[in-house]
């Protein structure tokens, strides 16, 4: 059983930064692939970063490229998402998940069902 929990959402203007956390269960945190999704009133849960295991490659969904950066440390086993340049069109429940170790060949990290686990979100809201 993976526990993640996330924190650090919040209201802030646009142009702001934030650093969305989640801490996560387990003694073998540094095997996991993670990944950040978010999900706006109405809208579908949508993809936002990755970060595979073992090599830490990332990957972005073209909004947040160049603004948001996903990052892991695996001693404290923490992922972040350190979010700048905020936009209106940010604001919605951020989610950490963990994808789920036998999918890992797939290419389909964007996919939120590969993913096993998942936390209970934090807001973001973003005023413009």
């Known amino acids: 059983q993976v526990q993640l929990v996330e924190s650090g959402g919040g209201l802030v203007q646009a142009g702001a930064s934030l650093r969305l956390s989640c801490a996560a269960s387990?003694?073998?945190?540094?095997?996991?692939?993670m990944g950040w999704f978010r999900q706006a009133p109405g809208k579908e849960r949508e993809f936002v970063a990755y970060?595979?295991?073992?090599?830490?490659?990332?990957y972005y969904t073209d909004s947040v490229k160049g603004r948001f950066t996903i990052s892991r440390d695996n001693a404290k086993n923490t992922l972040y998402l350190q979010m700048n340049s905020l936009k209106p069109e940010d604001t919605a429940v951020y989610y950490c998940?963990?994808?789920?170790?036998?999918?890992?060949?797939?290419?389909?990290?964007?996919?939120?069902?590969?993913?096993?686990?998942w936390g209970q979100g934090t807001q973001v809201t973003v005023s413009a």
């Open positions: 970060m595979a295991s073992g090599d830490d490659n990332t």
């Open positions: 998940a963990r994808r789920a170790p036998y999918l890992l060949g797939s290419r389909r990290y964007y996919y939120p069902g590969e993913y096993d686990y």
């Open positions: 387990g003694r073998t945190f540094s095997t996991y692939a």
